[in-house]
């Protein structure tokens, strides 16, 4: 407990201090990160949690990720894409419902017909959707993945303002094992150089718990979030998706589950400590692992959370790993049960806000 009090009293974590910290297992001490973290999170970016309407708007990807469920071998899911009058109808529906902001998610494809369609459908969300409480339309966030920086540029020009590219792991001989040799480690960071060059709020973030993943791993990946200066983080534990060559690891998750629970936990807690005013995304994949994971990724020190709006009749083909929450549900609409979620543990929640990253607007 004193040298967990010393380094929390720290202006400045050393790698050291990091892996001390995510290597805490007693439950006191875990409950002093926690509430440094989230008094943290209070002093900096306040108590507000952010939406941000989650449209999964196609499956199909070019990529063959071994950990994946939406991988191109998977041939065990129907493949689609949203037409843009249902991805109209999502983004309208987040507007009206006082969400702020959206997430266009899909599987990676860099063609020109793709391209030019997340196009046109980013500008007339942007039309579409202005009113007197959103003067500018909704907030959009796209995650679909390493494309060229002409693309990168005509998304941000389209209105896209954010955007999220998971490093995964930031060991490299790592980051090889769990993709196929066509993706690089290389690539994957010349696109988030690309990203903020072109002045996106941008996002990133690791998988957590993945085979042979050291605590070292982990610190150097917190790390790397500060040397990057990432304005958000989207962390979540790995689990398992029964459709993959990863399927080879189920009892290895089976027997780690609790404590990769635990570490993405305490990984929201540190990054908080460490990256003080940046937005921090409490991930469904947390809820997979815990019914109340998503509360407590809140009370370790998140403050953005993404309701499903993928409407349900395609929601059980994007399932990038198994267990994923919110899937049978008959309502399009996540957001009332996660509101009242929120609500639940006393957060206020940022309606009608962008609810931007604070780091990125201090910068600029
Ligand atoms: S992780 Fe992304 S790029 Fe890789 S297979 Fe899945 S959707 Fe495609």
């Known amino acids: 407990m004193e040298k967990l009090t010393k380094i929390l009293q720290k202006d400045n974590l050393t790698k050291e201090d990091i892996v001390f910290l995510l290597s805490l297992e ?58 843009s009058d249902e991805i ?93 040799a066509d993706i690089s480690f290389e690539k994957r960071m010349e696109c988030l150089f690309y990203l903020k060059e072109i002045g996106f709020q941008v996002g990133t973030g690791v ?50 589950k609790r404590k990769i629970y635990l570490m993405s936990l305490k990984m929201i807690a540190v990054a908080r400590i460490l990256l003080k005013d940046v937005n921090i995304a409490s991930t469904t994949a947390l809820q997979a692992l815990y019914p109340l994971g998503r509360e407590e990724g809140l009370r370790f020190g998140a403050n953005v959370v993404m309701p499903l709006l993928t409407p349900s009749s395609y929601r059980r083909n994007y399932i990038l790993y198994d267990g994923k929450p919110c899937v049978d549900e008959f309502t399009n609409d996540c957001g009332e049960c996660l509101i009242s979620r929120i609500e639940k543990i006393h957060r206020p929640i940022g309606f009608d806000n962008w609810g931007d990253s604070l780091h990125f607007k201090k910068k600029h």
């Not at 909704?138 to 494309?147: K, R, S």
């Not at 790390?223 to 990057?228: T, V």
Request: aromatic share 12%; charged share 25%; glycine share 6%.
């Open 88 to 180: 109209l109808e999502c983004a309208r529906f987040a507007a009206q419902n006082g969400y702020g902001s959206i997430v266009l998610q899909s599987g990676e494809r860099r063609d020109p017909q793709f391209i030019d369609y997340i196009c046109r459908i980013i500008e007339e969300i942007k039309s579409t959707t202005k009113s007197e409480n959103l003067p500018n339309g909704l907030g959009i966030t796209l995650c679909v993945g390493e494309q060229t920086y002409a693309t990168y540029k005509k998304f941000f020009e389209a209105g896209a303002h954010r955007y999220l590219l998971r490093i995964e792991t930031t060991n490299p001989s790592l980051f090889a094992r769990i993709h196929p």
């Open 207 to 256: 998988m957590i718990g993945l085979p042979t993943q050291t605590v070292e791993d982990l610190a150097n990946d917190l790390w790397f979030f500060k040397e990057l200066d990432a304005d958000m983080i989207g962390m979540g534990p790995y689990i398992v998706h029964r459709d993959t060559p990863f399927n080879i690891y189920e009892k290895y998750f089976l027997e780690n």
């Open 26 to 83: 007693e439950p006191e001490s875990i409950e002093m990160l926690r509430s440094y973290a989230y008094n943290i999170m209070r002093a900096n970016v306040g108590e507000y949690v952010y939406l941000r309407g989650l449209i999964e708007f196609s499956n199909i990807c070019v990529n063959d990720c071994y950990y994946c469920g939406i991988r191109k071998s998977n041939r065990n899911i129907k493949r689609y894409t949203l037409e």
